[in-house]
């Protein structure tokens, strides 16, 4: 079983349309967890951090179910501008130290 | 600040040469990786290091070799260059546990 796992996509949707991408990961140990945006051939960008509690930022909402080993990420009335690949990332301390695990990303195309 | 700094942004290989990819970050930060990311897949992480002096073996470690001998440095040497190692390799640093990974812009080999 992979550590982090995501449904690759295509998502194509609408602009306007919420959408939600969801991850799970095999790590119970695992301690933190964040959402990072790639744009084509570009370096990862953290996007936001996810927590138990769940939070905000805007369009997006990030929730953690520990329980479940499970995260998703919501988007809200999404933008031309919003398509990107979405990476779920997990960060597991190891007896080495932490180590953060990448998700294959999930690809979002917003269109007219 | 400059954040993450990766030389050279691209390169051609033949077989069997060998190079090294230079790293550096700024921002004092004890944790760096180093990942590969192949077309139209997710990040795997190669070697990581959690401080000068310390480094330690990722997902795909083969055929690669790093050092930390100071904290801003993490230069990733291949050896005998193959195919199979074509792909964008990214550096990245962070704080200990929890914390958000700064990306640099990544090096883009071709073996050929």
């Known amino acids: 079983r992979k550590e982090v796992e995501q449904d690759p996509g295509p998502f194509n949707v609408p602009e306007g349309a919420t959408v939600a991408f969801n991850c799970t990961y095999s790590n119970s140990a695992s301690q933190s967890f964040f959402w990072y945006r790639q744009d084509c051939r570009k370096e990862p960008k953290l996007l936001m951090s996810v927590y138990s509690s769940g939070n905000e930022d805007g369009r997006f909402t990030a929730q953690l179910n520990r329980a479940s080993q499970y995260i998703s990420l919501l988007i809200r009335d999404s933008k031309l501008s919003d398509s990107a690949t979405y990476l779920c990332v997990v960060n597991s301390f190891t007896g080495g130290g932490n180590k953060l695990t990448f998700g294959t990303g999930t690809q979002l195309k917003v269109e007219l | 600040n400059a954040g993450v700094t990766q030389t050279p942004k691209f390169r051609i290989l033949k077989i069997g040469q060998s190079m090294t990819l230079q790293c550096t970050q700024d921002m004092n930060h004890n944790y760096m990786y180093w990942y590969r990311q192949d077309p139209g897949m997710g990040l795997k992480l190669i070697y990581y290091?959690?401080?000068?002096?310390?480094?330690d073996k990722g997902e795909v470690p083969n055929g690669y070799n790093v050092s930390r001998s100071t904290t801003e440095d993490f230069p990733l040497r291949l050896e005998l260059a193959a195919p199979s190692q074509t792909s964008v390799y990214f550096c990245?640093?962070?704080?200990?546990?929890?914390?958000?990974?700064?990306f640099g812009q990544g090096t883009r080999l071709t073996v050929v």
């Open positions: 990245a640093s962070s704080y200990p546990r929890n914390t958000e990974a700064f």
């Open positions: 290091s959690v401080g000068a002096g310390i480094t």
